[in-house]
């Protein structure tokens, strides 16, 4: 497209052409109006900066970072220029060069609520949640309708394990933006953090989020002509953002490296950010790798439609980055959730959810949108990805005390958890407590907390987070682990295992709450599981006592767990592999 004469005799008049265009959703439009300044006026500033945002748009992100460094570079003013590179950045996962970005918008003009609030959410993600929150604060007093700032406040407060202040700032965020599909998926996902959640009423919570964000999707939804021979190779597509140093991948590689290759292809849809030395590795196991950061929903689920793709495994649920209202357009004939968290994504065109026996014991499964599939032995297949050290002898034989330990991301450490173990601490006056916190004010606020319930708050340590060998390093000082909840550990707990630690957990009433069920009864440790808070206390004060036992698990723990259906691989590709058979033969009898 070419710009009137006499628009090209007055840029600004050119560019009012190009916000109008851009505004309106016209962005090929707006895109041409901006090359042809770009002609006449090389060096233009905005025309480069709307080029830039245009490309990131269409995830061109190295040319939308190199237009708009250009356009910083004749103008270094202007402050939405530092916030949009930023922007671009983080998209590139380069947020330590997205932070002086933001900074420098903040500094051009301090009343830019937008990039107050970019800036916090790049502060949560490095860890600085505290600040996070202050930049958040500050985000909403200059704007107090800005919905992000709500939702990232919200996530920070959920870190802190503040899970009762964090849902009335997603609230907040999802009364904002009632049309924000992933705002409300944030509050969503943490309410499964929150005691006195049932899974009745996640259920109900997880159908206004249907109503509101997929059902107006069904115009999309169109027949399948798939083979229907049941017992053909199947074409199996996974869409997740973690294919990468996510914990996901350490239960997912043992399938994608154990499957049978001549019944099932494998083929990644990859909303994948930062890809890194695990991508490369997922991406040498699949058949067919598709990247899809930044595709559009429908364009995405053209592209699987013409893979043929016949089941489609969503592995995020309402977690970061998911592509929920993907499926909501149904573009394979059969579709399932796995691995992210166990429960219900509420969509009606997630057909299965695949769990096990621990996680959803019988008559449960009207409290899940989809039809449950119980895996017979175990939902996870555990497989270490880093070089791990050996496990300890029991620090408790040398410090002459027991120290407990949970090494869970903090936000799961409730109010109910934390009375639990004051009172166990109470009962043991010379036990000790390790907790994985962050800094931050909650860490003060735990050690009132202890206080306020007659502990001495010197006996709670923190340890921040760190790299994954410091991680594993910390159970060398940890004799029994503590399981949080009513959320409780997946990945940590089997770390815990791995590294010879014992872990006491509480049977929850919801799935998330029962990942120590399923773990430690495929391990074959059911007498760790508590029915109650007081039995939890009496489980980990017996086991405390008895320093023979925790010394032979110390040693015992790791062949446990390899010798175990959690660590057996080709025997959990063999339950998978019936479970899709199971689905696509469902789908070909209903044809």
Not at 444 to 461: H, I, K, M, S, W
């Amino acid at each position: 497209m070419q710009l009137p004469q006499d628009a090209l005799m007055n840029i600004d008049q050119a560019m009012q052409l190009v916000y109008q265009h851009y505004q309106g959703g016209r962005f090929a439009e707006a895109q041409a109006a901006c090359e042809s300044i770009l002609a006449v006026q090389p060096r233009h500033a905005d025309a480069l900066h709307v080029l830039g945002i245009l490309a990131a748009q269409s995830h061109r992100l190295d040319a939308a970072a190199d237009l708009i460094s250009r356009a910083i570079a004749i103008d270094p003013r202007v402050p939405s220029y530092h916030n949009s590179l930023a922007n671009i950045l983080c998209d590139r996962g380069q947020r330590d060069q997205a932070i002086p970005h933001y900074q420098k918008a903040i500094a051009l003009k301090p009343d830019y609520a937008e990039a107050h609030c970019n800036l916090a959410n790049v502060l949560r993600h490095q860890g600085l949640v505290e600040d996070a929150i202050a930049a958040c604060r500050r985000a909403i007093s200059l704007n107090p309708n800005l919905p992000e700032a709500h939702t990232i406040l919200g996530n920070s407060l959920r870190d802190q394990g503040q899970i009762d202040e964090a849902i009335v700032s997603l609230r907040r965020a999802v009364d904002l933006s009632p049309k924000h599909a992933i705002a409300h998926s944030n509050l969503l996902f943490a309410l499964h953090f929150q005691p006195g959640q049932t899974p009745q009423s996640l259920l109900v919570a997880h159908g206004l989020w249907r109503q509101r964000h997929a059902d107006g999707l069904k115009v999309h939804r169109r027949p399948h002509d798939n083979d229907c021979d049941p017992n053909r190779r199947l074409r199996i597509g996974y869409v997740s953002p973690d294919f990468c140093a996510h914990v996901v991948s350490r239960f997912l590689l043992p399938l994608f490296t154990s499957i049978n290759r001549a019944e099932f292809e494998i083929i990644c849809y990859s909303n994948t950010a930062a890809p890194d030395v695990i991508t490369a590795r997922f991406q040498a196991a699949a058949d067919l790798w598709r990247p899809i950061r930044g595709m559009p929903d429908a364009q995405a689920a053209d592209l699987i439609r013409s893979d043929r793709i016949d089941i489609l495994v969503d592995l995020s649920m309402h977690a970061a980055d998911n592509r929920l209202l993907l499926f909501a357009r149904k573009p394979a004939p059969v579709q399932t959730t796995w691995l992210a968290y166990p429960g219900t994504t509420g969509l009606d065109t997630i057909d299965y959810r695949l769990t096990d026996p621990y996680l959803d014991p019988p008559g449960n499964d009207a409290c899940y949108s989809e039809v449950s599939i119980r895996l017979p032995e175990t939902y996870w297949c555990y497989h270490q990805t880093v070089i791990t050290p050996d496990a300890n002898a029991p620090p408790a034989l040398a410090a002459g005390n027991i120290t407990f330990g949970c090494l869970n991301n903090f936000g799961k450490v409730s109010h109910p958890a934390l009375r639990c173990w004051a009172a166990l601490l109470h009962s043991l006056p010379a036990a000790r407590l390790i907790l994985h916190a962050k800094e931050g004010t909650h860490r003060q606020r735990t050690l009132d907390f202890f206080a306020g319930e007659n502990v001495d708050p010197a006996r709670c340590t923190f340890v921040p987070s760190g790299t994954i060998a410091e991680y594993f390093h910390h159970y060398h000082n940890i004799d029994i682990a503590l399981d949080p909840f009513p959320y409780g550990g997946g990945t940590t707990t089997c770390d815990a295992l791995w590294m010879g630690v014992p872990v006491i957990t509480l049977r929850g009433e919801t799935a998330v709450g029962r990942g120590g069920v399923s773990i430690l009864s495929n391990v074959g440790l059911p007498e760790l599981i508590a029915q109650t808070p007081e039995q939890y206390i009496q489980i980990a004060a017996g086991l405390a006592g008895d320093l023979p036992r925790l010394a032979h698990l110390r040693t015992t723990l790791r062949q446990r767990m390899q010798a175990s259906p959690l660590m057996d691989a080709p025997r959990f590709a063999r339950s998978m592999e019936a479970a899709y058979r199971q689905m696509w033969q469902t789908w070909c009898i209903s044809r």
